[in-house]
Antibody
């Protein structure tokens, strides 16, 4: 059964770049789409973006100018970089596998446990 | 972006109750809707996709219905482990969006 695990610094300074990695175990990263979602403290879920194992991406327009998602198939990992962070980027960050219901239509069927990232000096 | 509106935002219920949560899309999304359950400190868990298809392993007391703009999640007989926050998510658009969540609390 596929499992996902997020990793990365729990504290990032304002204006710096947040970097997280999601390691996929129990299955191959190939042939699937993979996504990042975040949840600010006490708030709802926000989709950040997704990547196909081949490297094609799609980002939330509200974050697109600051987000880069990449994949390393040799390590069965995909990563998130969010630049120029502010306190508003403080959140629990989740990685997830996407199930496809057709071209461009995806929902999250497997989630990582999440990692808390705080933006503070 | 397609806006997803859930109602109510929270409510109290008792074990054994039948409960219904509503999700409305700002435009038609056919049946491209998923429901998730989230417990405190945990990741969301997929319950239902395609508006009414139960994810493998999810108890049959959960059901979903609707298409177009109006959807419902029903729990036929609320159990203690069902007290949680529930989110809907549309995947009709490439820009995936979630509802604001509905918290089901113990009465």
């Amino acid at each position: 059964q596929v499992q996902l695990q997020e990793s990365g610094p729990g504290l990032v300074k304002p204006s710096e770049t947040l970097s997280l990695t999601c390691t996929v175990s129990g299955g191959s990263i190939s042939s699937y789409y993979w996504s990042w979602i975040r949840q600010p403290p006490g708030k709802g879920l926000e989709w950040i973006g997704y990547i196909y194992y081949s490297g094609s991406t799609n980002y939330n327009p509200s974050l697109k100018s600051r987000v880069t998602i990449s994949v390393d198939t040799s390590k069965n990992q995909f990563s998130l970089k969010l630049s120029s962070v502010t306190a508003a980027d403080t959140a629990v960050y989740y990685c997830a596998r996407l199930a496809a219901a057709g071209r461009g239509k995806y929902y999250m069927d497997v989630w990582g446990k999440g990692t808390t990232v705080t933006v503070s000096s | 972006a397609i806006r997803m509106t859930q109602s109510p935002s929270s409510f109290s219920a008792s074990t054994g109750d039948r409960v219904t949560i509503t999700c409305r899309a700002s435009q038609g999304i056919s049946s491209y809707l998923a429901w998730y359950q989230q417990k405190p400190g945990k990741a969301p868990k997929l319950l239902i996709y395609a508006a009414s298809t139960l994810q493998s392993g999810v108890p049959s007391r959960f059901s979903g219905s609707g298409s177009g703009t109006d959807f419902t999640l029903t729990i036929s007989c609320l159990q203690s482990e069902d007290f949680a926050t529930y989110y809907c998510q549309q995947y009709y658009s490439y820009l995936l969006t979630f509802g604001g969540g509905t918290k089901v609390e113990i009465k």
